[in-house]
């Protein structure tokens, strides 16, 4: 690919995504809908003004690292602590009840098959594409009905938080068992050494960090380092131990999390993202995705694929919200506030695709569910807490 080429195609890429996005906003959907529907608009599917090229498949991945950086910078160790087994507990259940859902689902589409083998892991990574939650719309729902702060909103933001840490771990466990060489134990040692290496070298980073963040407040420098540090922890987690390079981004966010400057080393990383680096990547989900590979079958399991991916996260974290001391319209705003999905599991489809675990046209139905989750979960909510006011 050419110079002009490469430019004319960015140049599209960003207008468009933009365009796009800001008319989800308008219509209350997450921006990111915005930015696949503009890939799929300029991509082969319908008129085919871009093409996937290897330098956009590279602007995509630091895309996905600086959106998992800034999940990361967003991790509040504080309310992890405060709200502690009650949301552990629920973004346990959060995780497992539809990854055992998801897998069953696929099976029951494309054929049962043993344990281990290729259909297998297919089946689990499409399960693990659910146990993904994106808080934001949940979040902004209860910051409008002034719920955020009560004890059930700090549980399901707490709970989410978790999940994704949760769902992120999975994620580089069946990914490497994609590697036939992979035992059981090896893939364990490997996601434990990584995690006791990061906690070491986070506790030392941190504390270095936290003395140039307070000798030198808001400086550009503390930023520069969290990105490269950032893109060192996925190349280190990829490279050294075979798990998801995203995993590695996530954790340098969450090292970096508890600095005073937390809030400005996210927002200068938000630029880069917002600007070129975000829409790049939602665009090229677009790219990516053939709708002239779509038949009855899938659009068909997508719509299945939507209703077991609401209704598990309903079903497994109120219930455990239930099990918990949330009683009752308390529990199911729980399960409610938890059903959303967003760009964690677009990031976890891409990496499916990259592994060869899961094929393109199944992001038809990730986008789906995306889109539906994110409509009905602040109407769900609004109706719940209206009812609750009324039974008052």
Do not use: W
């Not at 009905?145 to 709970?159: D, F, H, Q, V």
């Not at 779509?294 to 659009?299: C, G």
Request: charged share 15%; proline share 2%; glycine share 10%.
């Amino acid at each position: 690919m050419d110079k002009l080429t490469i430019l004319r195609d960015i140049s599209i890429i960003i207008i468009t995504a933009k365009f796009f996005g800001l008319v989800a906003r308008k219509l209350k959907m997450p921006q990111v809908v915005g930015g696949i529907i503009a890939g799929l608009l300029i991509g082969p599917s319908v008129l085919g003004f871009v093409e996937l090229s290897d330098f956009i498949s590279g602007t995509a991945e630091i895309g996905v690292i600086l959106l998992m950086f800034s999940a990361g910078l967003e991790t509040s160790i504080t309310q992890l602590k405060k709200t502690g087994i009650k949301a552990t507990l629920i973004a346990c259940a959060g995780v497992f009840v539809p990854l055992v859902c998801g897998t069953i689902l696929y099976m029951c589409f494309y054929g049962f098959s043993s344990f281990g083998n290729e259909a297998f892991l297919r089946a689990v990574f499409i399960g693990t594409i659910l146990t993904a939650t994106s808080v934001s719309i949940t979040v902004q729902a209860l910051k409008e009905l002034g719920k955020l702060t009560e004890e059930t909103g700090t549980t399901i933001l707490s709970a989410a938080i978790i999940d994704d840490v949760i769902g992120i771990l999975v994620l580089t466990i069946v990914i490497s068992f994609r590697d036939p060489n992979n035992k059981v134990s090896d893939v364990f040692l490997r996601t434990a050494g990584f995690f006791v290496l990061a906690v070491v070298f986070g506790i030392v980073i941190f504390k270095i960090l936290k003395v140039i963040d307070k000798k030198y407040p808001h400086t550009q420098r503390i930023p520069i380092i969290g990105l490269a540090l950032a893109l060192a922890l996925s190349y280190v987690a990829d490279r050294y131990f075979g798990i998801a390079d995203i995993t590695g981004a996530f954790v340098a966010g969450i090292i970096m999390s508890s600095l005073d400057d937390s809030k400005y080393i996210d927002r200068k990383m938000d630029v880069n993202s917002y600007m070129i680096f975000g829409p790049v990547f939602f665009a090229s989900i677009g790219l990516q995705t053939d709708l002239h590979t779509i038949d009855t079958t899938i659009l068909l399991f997508s719509l299945c694929f939507v209703i077991v991916g609401l209704l598990s996260k309903i079903a497994g974290c109120g219930l455990v919200g239930e099990l918990s001391g949330f009683k009752g319209k308390n529990a199911l705003k729980i399960g409610v506030g938890m059903m959303t999905r967003g760009e964690v599991a677009l990031i976890v489809s891409k990496r499916g695709l990259e592994a060869g675990m899961m094929e393109s046209k199944f992001f038809t139905s990730v986008i789906l569910l995306i889109v539906v989750s994110s409509i009905l979960t602040p109407v769900f909510l609004k109706l719940l807490y209206k009812e609750s006011k009324s039974v008052v």
